[in-house]
């Protein structure tokens, strides 16, 4: 019995680590591309002296980015457990 087991969590931890890769990465792309165009509007709006643009592409942009980056963070938590990473020390 324990050999049945032990098989079946090796295959759970084999399909959640080749679920939980695409999706932190799809996540990581997702956070960063909002967080550059916001940046970037951000920008446009400071050079064109349009103060409701700044503000507003926050208003817009900001709780999708935060929730993406979330998402993701905690994906790389998770993944940190199923492929048994170490932490560093500095």
Known sequence: ?????????????????R????VFKTGLVVFLAL???????????ILSGDGALVEDVVGVLGIPMTAAA?????????????HRWSGGED
């Open 19 to 22: 679920v939980t890769m695409p």
């Open 1 to 17: 019995m324990p050999e049945h087991t032990e098989t079946t969590d090796g295959a759970v931890r084999g399909l959640l680590k």
């Open 35 to 45: 967080g550059i165009i916001l940046v970037l509007v951000q920008a446009a709006g």
């Open 70 to 82: 979330a998402v993701t963070g905690l994906v790389g938590f998770v993944m940190s457990y199923l």
